[in-house]
């Protein structure tokens, strides 16, 4: 898809899997593609309905927490568009745990039992609840990959105000809860994830996607407590199944390596895949929308004509 121009637009920036427009640097157009990348590398061939599944979990989960803090979103216009307000982010991610999985749970494996300043209990196994959800930000690197930080380091280094910060930890906590309650309705278990916040009007806003597959993971309750008694695997809900794809075609993103080709059949299975965690996150059919480039385009600019 070629970029669009619209009225007033100040800015266009193009990131991995989103398109994203400023405009009278008030309101941003943020358009979901269906590029999916994994090892921070875009992968050949765009999923179908991918920017819609997405973008759209995106939006259930920002109206189902807008009585928990303000957010960006004013309007979404197209399936796989949002336009919401321009905030002066913060630049960290606040990343919340309720298991010890992932990187927190490398990081216990490797020996150390503090993580971002939090100290970790002894004695847990992987994937195991923390006795609280913890909060391991991470600064938003601007290259590279994203670095840990602590809440002390983000006072002393400026990133948020001691005040802010409060403000910050009590928000995403509890977001997670929210997420955790809409999870159990589905039968699921939200684990971990992300949210960006930034300033407006001096006030502190939820930005970004919220507890959408992509920054968030999720497994699945039926039988989680006898998976772990057995030291099982669990079973989960994200994009996992593109990385370990990759991986065991020899692809993890590094020098020299190649992506694997990615035939009809196997892009097909990843926007099935999609559309099923679509409808297992939020509970509702899923509806492929197929819009072109100009309906797209004029729903945009009819919408933000309505802004002003």
Partial sequence: MNAYQFPGQTRFYKGKVRDVYTIKDEWLVMIA?????????ILP?????????????????LEATRDIC???????????VSIGQKCEPFKIEMVVRGNLTGHAW???????????????PEGMHENDYFPT???????????????????????????????????????????????????????????DTKYE????????????????PDSSRYFYADGFEERQANRERQQQLSKEFVREWLIA?????????????MNDTWVNTISGRYIELYEKVI???????????QKTHDSIVHALNKLG
């Fill in 197 to 212: 916040f930034g300033k407006y009007k001096n006030a502190v806003y939820l930005m970004d996607e919220v507890h959408t």
């Fill in 70 to 80: 303000p957010n960006w979103l004013l309007d979404v216009p197209a399936p796989n």
């Fill in 45 to 61: 061939r765009p999923i179908p309905y991918k920017g819609q599944v997405l973008n759209q979990i995106a939006a259930y989960m």
């Fill in 106 to 120: 490398r990081t216990y494996a490797s020996g150390k039992r503090t993580l971002c300043g939090v100290a970790l």
């Fill in 283 to 293: 509970g509702k059919q899923f509806v492929p929308e197929f819009w072109d480039e």
């Fill in 133 to 191: 959800p913890i909060i391991t930000p991470s600064t938003k690197a601007a290259a590279g990959h994203d670095e840990d930080i602590s809440k002390e380091e983000i006072v002393a280094q400026g990133l948020a105000t001691e005040a802010d910060w409060k403000i910050l930890e009590q928000y995403a906590l509890a977001l997670f809860a929210r997420g955790k309650e809409i999870a159990a309705r589905q039968g699921l278990i939200l684990v």
């Fill in 249 to 261: 075609n020899n692809f993890m993103g590094k020098e020299g390596q190649t992506v694997p080709e």
């Fill in 33 to 41: 593609s269906d590029r999916i990348s994994a090892f921070d590398v």
